[in-house]
């Protein structure tokens, strides 16, 4: 099958390209960004010669959706609600990795991401893609809305807590943490150099736009999820996302009982490693790879339930999910292309 990148410049975009070159099943066919038709993507990414030289072209949805059978979006938020209208009249099945099409109701993308929300009609079709708990058939769907980093992370640890009502409702914390790759590929004032290096810094505090992706979700699961208090922190690493989530547990509770609740969920999800009782995660762990582990504690003096869960923000976060999404949208292994370790140290 043949596949097109638009937004193939930004880091998501050239992520896809890493992945999608070795895959078994996909043909990459093109590449699009604004304004750089005819540019050379080595140009770009000299890490891609002879892995994939081929030139940015225009972005023209009719000729794009006759060329491809699958269109990744890597691109800003805004901006795919803007593009993806013309890519789905054409016929196109899209793959939308910005938040454009994952809240469904248009006020709160309004309230979040501080403008106009997508249209009505497309966002409809559109399909939230966390792909363990996917639990629609997607072979033929349109338009598949790709989870945000922060709630691919956090809705994998808490999962198995929230759907088998095993805490208290309103007492979830999830203290997060990322690298700077997560802000894409152009810099801003808290992910220049001088700033973030040998620094640790909170930002968008209680004002992230994935709070409410991952309380939708939640409510979703089980309808007595209540608000959750989510914190995000810029750390001075390239790539990967650390959420540590506390919860109150609602019922006697053991660590035994918690780590065979988690083996037994995750036990047929390749990508979701749950780690041995006593041990927890770091991102070096997943780096490069489209791995979530997790791990759960539970901390008798106080009652509380304690998961840790790391991804690569590029791979799991964001282009390797999509090509998960990909593979179970068009009937393939759900590992096709994605099966490889993680790069370390
Ligand atoms: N980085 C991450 O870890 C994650 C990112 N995401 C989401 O994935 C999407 C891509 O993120 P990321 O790769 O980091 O972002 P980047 O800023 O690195 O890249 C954005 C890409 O979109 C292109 N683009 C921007 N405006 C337009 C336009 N008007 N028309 C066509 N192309 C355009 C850019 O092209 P040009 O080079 O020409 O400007 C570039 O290729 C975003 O929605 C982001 O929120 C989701 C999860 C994790
Ligand atoms: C470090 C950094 O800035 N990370 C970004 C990650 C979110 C993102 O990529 O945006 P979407 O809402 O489209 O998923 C952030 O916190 O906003």
Redesign the pocket.
């Known amino acids: 099958m043949k596949a097109a990148i638009?937004?193939?410049?930004?880091?998501?975009?050239a992520e896809l390209i890493r992945i999608l070159q070795q895959h078994p099943n996909v043909i990459l066919q093109s590449y699009?960004?604004?304004?750089?038709h005819g540019e050379s993507m080595v140009k770009r990414y000299p890490h891609f010669q002879a892995v994939s030289e081929m030139d940015l072209a225009n972005?023209d949805p009719g000729q794009i959706a006759a060329d491809a059978d699958v269109v990744f979006m890597?691109?800003?938020?805004g901006?795919?609600s803007e593009?993806v209208p013309a890519f789905m009249s054409e016929g196109a099945r899209v793959i939308d990795?910005?938040?454009d099409f994952r809240l469904k109701d248009p006020r709160q993308y309004e309230k979040w991401y501080k403008r106009k929300a997508p249209e009505k009609t497309v966002l409809d079709h559109a399909v939230y893609g966390l792909t363990e708990w996917l639990d629609t058939d997607v072979s033929e769907t349109q338009l598949l809305s790709?989870p945000?980093?922060y709630p691919t992370a956090a809705l994998l640890g808490l999962a198995p807590l929230v759907k088998n009502d095993l805490i208290d409702s309103n007492s979830i914390i999830i203290d997060a943490k990322t690298g700077v790759?997560?802000?894409?590929?152009?810099p801003t004032s808290i992910t220049h150099f001088a700033e973030m290096n040998d620094n640790l810094k909170a930002y968008k505090v209680l004002e992230h736009q994935h709070t409410p992706e991952i309380e939708q979700i939640l409510v979703g699961w089980n309808p007595d999820a209540g608000p959750v208090t989510f914190g995000t922190h810029l750390v001075p690493m390239t790539r990967g996302i650390m959420t540590t989530i506390y919860a109150d547990a609602s019922q006697d509770m053991t660590a035994a009982k918690l780590s065979d609740l988690y083996k037994e969920t995750y036990e047929n999800s390749y990508f979701v490693r749950i780690r041995e009782q006593g041990t927890y995660p770091g991102t070096k762990e997943v780096y490069g790879s489209n791995f979530c582990d997790v791990s759960v504690a539970y901390d008798e003096r106080t009652n509380r339930i304690m998961v840790v869960s790391v991804i690569d923000?590029?791979v799991k976060?964001?282009s390797g999910q999509a090509v998960q999404n990909m593979n179970r949208m068009f009937g393939l292994d759900e590992k096709a292309g994605l099966a490889f370790a993680p790069v370390f140290p």
């Open positions: 638009v937004g193939a410049t930004g880091y998501g975009g699009h960004a604004s304004n750089s972005i890597a691109t800003p938020s901006v795919s593009l990795l910005s938040g790709n945000g980093c790759s997560g802000a894409g590929k152009n923000n590029l976060g964001a």
